[in-house]
């Protein structure tokens, strides 16, 4: 179901799709050109300026190769490419090549491609299944053109494009903003915990003192837990969180306050697991 006024139509209804190639990597005069040339590395649900172009290739490797120009505007989709790669897109901000694992999504100049660019980013999930039910593991220009989208009026293409579009800028700022203050206490970290910079205390005069160094041995406890038997159900699923690294690097922050399995006591008991106290360091 789509908004009255609104239609739905598949990509190819709406835009000429696309793709490019590489030039002969033995040929050196196809390379080191200006024309940009973008692969699946580039094409990570963003804006592409020409700042971001990290390869180059000349008119004679443009000619002599499938790699072809697509204008600004042109909404770029990753069908082949490692990890998340595949089923990410970008918006081109300028003119430029790309390689054969890009899909060029050229739209129809009654079309809005802002608005394409947000939507098909939504629909990341999605576009990644798409190879999996058509049986292979990459993405083809046969499926990317028959991608479903909502159609609405261009006029609200444009305003919820724009909207969308204010609201990136201020999520850039913020994030500028984070990345400024983590360079600052990384900075005042280096100072603090080398001794460097000493603090006052409540009475308002420096910490005096030498600093010891000692080895972590020396501080506390070190030990590993382990895994209960997988084999028996009885051991999983109960209430004592059990952490792993994929919940320490998972995390959005340095503190854990739960994990995404959990073992029985009867799992604790009967395996090298152990409770560790509010506290540790893992």
């Known amino acids: 179901m789509v908004p009255s006024g609104w239609s739905q139509k598949i990509i190819e209804e709406i835009a000429r ?30 804006k592409l300026y020409p700042t971001d172009v990290r390869e180059f290739i000349s008119d004679k490797g443009l000619n002599k190769s499938s790699a072809k120009l697509v204008p600004k505007g042109t909404v770029l989709l990753a069908m082949i490419g490692q990890g998340k790669t595949r089923g990410q897109v970008a918006l081109l901000e300028f003119e430029a090549s790309t390689n054969q694992n890009c899909a060029a999504i050229i739209f129809n100049h009654n079309q809005d491609p802002h608005y394409y660019f947000n939507y098909l980013i939504s629909q990341y999930k999605n576009i990644r299944n798409l190879s999996n039910t058509a049986g292979q593991s990459n993405l083809s220009g046969g499926l990317v053109k028959s991608i479903k989208v909502p159609v609405p009026p261009l006029p609200e293409q444009q305003k919820i494009a724009k909207i969308l579009s204010t609201w990136d800028k201020a999520i850039s700022t913020t994030e500028r903003l984070i990345e400024n203050s983590k360079q600052q206490k990384k900075a005042l970290m280096q100072q603090l915990l080398t001794g460097k910079k000493r603090l006052l205390d409540d009475s308002g005069k420096v910490f005096e003192g030498e600093w010891e160094e000692l080895t972590v041995g020396n501080l506390g406890t070190i030990y590993s837990g382990g895994t209960p038997s997988t084999s028996n159900k009885g051991y999983w699923d109960g209430d004592i969180d059990w952490i792993t690294p994929t919940d320490i690097t998972k995390q959005n922050s340095v503190y854990i306050k739960t994990s995404v399995r959990k073992i029985s006591s009867e799992g604790l008991k009967n395996s090298s697991a152990k ?3 509010k506290g540790s360091l893992l």
């Not at 030039?23 to 940009?36: A, H, I, L, Q, Y």
């Open 17 to 46: 799709v696309t793709s490019g190639g590489t030039p002969s990597r033995k040929k050196e005069t196809f390379w080191g050109g200006d024309v940009p040339w973008i692969t699946t590395t580039e094409v990570q649900n963003c």
């Open 275 to 277: 409770l560790v106290p």
